[in-house]
């Protein structure tokens, strides 16, 4: 054995019961997921930096976990109040620096540890067990067994119709456990508000606003993945194309929004959850500062980093690719067939156009992927012949 692994004997005593206590409980899944246990035994540090420049700080008290939310994720122009926290501290944290998301600062909600998040993106399925039990309003959305729930909850008062945040979701369930492979191994999320004018299924007449746009269809593994609203997933396995974080698998940067009447008291919950069992880590990315009561536009598509021109499309095989942008950078360019396989990855330059060569490729639906440091665009490549 190679002398930089040896550890006490008391951190391979702790990881062996966790390894018996996954047979006794945990589905084949789990298991399969050891490695991750490990991981999770050897994280237990409240601050670790990614390759980049990302830099997540986990909390270490549930007070720390509330502080967090009144320091980093409410705006000027909001106050909130009896806030309450759900899960582990260490499965929340602030974090500062380039996710490669769309934002470079906030705080993350996770089912597992929140140092899990930083990359590079090294492991199929990294897995942390907190252990903190179950909520309620995601098993109902899940209709099965909720594990290692985290969330924060809190009243606020607004003082216009209007409240509005933004988030991006991700996980270690892409691509195993989503389409074209749905399981109930779905870790399922929720934002959860409720007060004057709102009556929605959940606790105490609480309505779910993590919704597509323009849609009443929540937000999750199966409602988005690369076979099911592609355009709002980010692919980032086969290849990987954001190492800076470790989930295989993410949204664009959504804005969540609910209607309001302004003066009165209202109740909002953020919690996420590990769905049937325990492993595989998922977690939420909130920006800082954008939980507010002022405007903000709906996303209703992919935001437009770096633009993008390719033709023809539809096309016979050969195409022209333009990538605009101000930044010299070498752009990565990756073309995904309709299951998700690499057909393309090449490093073009900026400004000036390139050609993909598809000539060999069957008729059908591709994804086109470009990548420039933080900033990504995707477009629909079509086939025809």
């Known amino acids: 054995m190679n002398s930089a692994w040896i550890f006490p004997t008391f951190v391979f005593t702790e990881y062996t019961s966790i390894l018996i206590a996954m047979q006794q409980l945990f589905t084949l899944k789990t298991v399969l997921k050891s490695v991750g246990i490990c991981a999770f035994l050897l994280a237990h540090t409240s601050l670790l930096q990614a390759q980049g420049n990302l830099v997540i700080t986990e909390n270490s008290t549930q007070e720390e976990a509330i502080q967090m939310i009144q320091d980093v994720f409410v705006g000027s122009d909001m106050q909130i109040f009896n806030a309450t926290y759900l899960g582990k501290p260490y ?3 602030r974090f500062t620096g380039d996710a490669g998301i769309g934002f470079t600062n906030g705080f993350l909600l996770t089912t597992g540890r929140a140092t899990n998040a930083l990359g590079p993106n090294n492991e199929s399925g990294i897995s942390a067990i907190s252990d903190s039990g179950s909520d309620p ?9 909720s594990f290692d729930a985290c969330g924060i909850e809190f009243d606020f008062i607004p003082e216009t119709d209007h409240i509005s945040f933004r988030y991006v979701f991700a996980s270690e369930e892409y691509p195993e456990y989503a389409p074209p492979t749905p399981s109930a191994f779905n870790d399922i999320f929720g934002f959860f508000i409720s007060g004057p004018g709102i009556d929605g299924p959940f606790l105490n007449n609480a309505r779910n606003v993590a919704l597509l746009p323009g849609s009443v269809t929540y937000v999750s593994i199966n409602s988005v993945n690369p076979v099911v609203n592609p355009d709002y997933f980010i692919q980032n396995y086969d290849p990987v194309i954001n190492q800076n974080i ?32 325990p492993a595989y880590d998922s977690g939420l990315f909130f920006e800082a500062n954008s939980f507010t009561d002022q405007d903000a536009t709906a996303i209703t598509g992919r935001p437009e980093d770096i ?3 390719v033709s023809p499309n539809p096309g016979s095989g050969l195409l ?7 930044n010299s950078q070498p752009t990565r360019v990756v073309v995904l067939n ?6 393309i990855d ?13 000539q060999q490729q069957p008729t059908g639906m591709y994804t086109l992927i470009v990548r420039q440091g933080d900033q990504v665009s995707r477009r629909k490549l079509i086939i025809s012949k």
């Open 338 to 343: 309709a299951v998700g396989q690499q057909v």
């Open 320 to 326: 022209r690719l333009n990538v605009h942008s101000a």
């Open 91 to 93: 499965s929340s944290g």
């Open 346 to 358: 090449r490093v073009v330059s900026p400004n000036t156009e390139a050609v993909l060569d598809m």
């Open 137 to 145: 309003d995601v098993a109902q959305i899940a209709g099965g067994p």
């Open 307 to 309: 633009r993008l021109s």
């Open 246 to 277: 470790q989930y295989d698998g993410y949204t664009i940067l959504f804005i969540a929004n609910a209607t309001v009447i302004p003066n009165e008291l209202y109740h909002i919950k953020l919690v996420i959850s590990d769905i049937a069992d």
